[in-house]
């Protein structure tokens, strides 16, 4: 089982940037992806950026540019760097990674959101 902790979420205008991070815990073998998802309210659950623990990344095409995801595999942890925020970035952020089981069997893990706010 994979736990994952998510912090830096809150409440910035236009322009401004915030930082989330993202710390996992918990019984595995390894964590291969790790990566943050997004939920607007009355639309579905998308892709942000993901990271692999070598340090390939994927980003959404709407944050290109503006958001760097980066991982510490020593901490576990994944973080994203949110800059040139947009009202359109307001949404429930939430943590997710995908985690190899004592038995080799790989899951998917999320966080429990943490809430993002971009007032125009």
Do not use: H
Not at 55 to 82: C, E, H, P, W
């Amino acid at each position: 089982q994979v736990q994952l902790v998510e912090s830096g979420g809150g409440f910035v205008e236009a322009g401004g940037s915030l930082q989330l991070s993202c710390a996992a815990s918990g019984t595995y073998l390894r964590i291969n992806l790790m990566g943050w998802y997004r939920q607007a309210p009355g639309k579905q659950r998308e892709m942000v950026a993901t990271i692999t623990s070598g340090s390939s990344t994927n980003y959404a095409d709407s944050v290109k540019g503006r958001f760097t995801i980066s991982r510490d595999n020593a901490k576990n942890t994944v973080y994203l760097q949110m800059n040139s925020l947009k009202p359109e970035d307001t949404a429930v952020y939430y943590c997710w990674c995908n985690a190899v089981q004592l038995m080799g069997v790989p899951r998917n893990y999320w966080g429990q959101g943490t809430q993002v706010t971009v007032s125009s």
